[in-house]
């Protein structure tokens, strides 16, 4: 019986072998923009919960949640109702805190990098990237939190010819009766 259950298993590996593709058994790849936030960073974007809230004008809407465990989640969608982006703030594969783009929930996301920031105020790069290459995102305005107006230009150069534009949002409150 030993002998039949080592000739039936070594039979069903050579057909296993012989039949199925090596593709099979290999290992998925790597998501390429993935990325991992350890524990002890988790306070990496904190520096940017200015941004956190809803905001609105007649450049449609942007929602930002705050940071939580180094990222923040955002939400785009522009006047029409049907344009969108989902946002996220997060480290890159490289290790530098990244805003990454989703328009129209593309994959992979583009990132740009995080280049300046202070606390109302952050520019996030990619030259690589045709258009945009250049995202500021500013707020102005009272220190209530209240009346603050936050403030995005998009924008790339090409053949030293700068194009873009600037969007104009006022913070507005997260219920269904203030639209």
């Known amino acids: 019986m030993k002998k039949l259950i ?3 298993t070594s039979l069903v590996t050579v057909l296993v072998t012989i ?11 790597e998501e390429p923009h993935s990325t991992t936030v350890p524990a002890e960073d988790s306070d990496n974007v904190d520096h940017l919960a200015w941004l956190s809230g809803c905001w609105q004008g007649e450049g449609g809407e ?16 522009g006047p029409d109702g049907e344009h969108f982006e989902t946002l996220r703030i997060a ?17 992979p996301a583009t990132p740009f990098l995080l280049t300046e920031s202070s606390d109302r105020r952050a520019v996030f790069t990619n030259p690589a990237h045709d258009f945009p ?6 707020i102005e305005g009272g220190e209530d939190g209240e009346t603050d107006t936050l403030h995005a230009r998009v924008s790339a ?9 600037e969007i104009t949002w006022q913070r507005r409150s997260w219920t269904p009766e203030s639209r």
């Open 6 to 8: 080592i000739l039936v």
């Open 19 to 29: 039949l199925v593709p090596p593709a099979a058994f290999a290992l998925a790849p």
């Open 62 to 77: 942007e929602c930002w949640l705050p940071p939580l465990n180094g990222t923040m989640l955002g939400l785009n969608r």
């Open 91 to 107: 480290r890159h594969e490289d290790g530098d805190i990244a805003y990454f783009a989703s328009p129209m929930g593309r994959c």
């Open 133 to 138: 290459q250049e995202i500021v995102y500013w």
């Open 157 to 165: 150069t090409t053949e030293g010819e700068t194009r873009g534009f």
